[in-house]
């Protein structure tokens, strides 16, 4: 993944996906707010390069995969949290 942050949640996003290691965040001229070409270059290489980073990031982003797949099960966590916060907004228990 290679993030390219514009505005709101994104630069955050962004960089957590690089801390947890499944991605690269472009770095954003200051002024404009753009990419330059070879920005995004050096961050292909990085993500496409045959090596043990980019090996890393695949390992970490199959792991994020499972995990979200198990979230996403009926009665997995973001069932449980979603009607928590239901409940909490609605005052109802169910």
Partial sequence: MIGV???SDQPTCAKLAEEIGVGVRA???E???TVMG???KRCLEMVMKDDAKRTGMR???GMLK???REA???GGSSEKNL???VEAIAGVKK
């Fill in 59 to 61: 390992h970490n982003a």
């Fill in 83 to 85: 009607l928590a916060f």
């Fill in 31 to 33: 002024g404009e707010g």
């Fill in 38 to 40: 070879s920005e995004i």
């Fill in 27 to 29: 770095k954003v001229s």
């Fill in 66 to 68: 499972n995990k979200v």
């Fill in 72 to 74: 996403m099960k009926p």
């Fill in 5 to 7: 942050p514009q505005w």
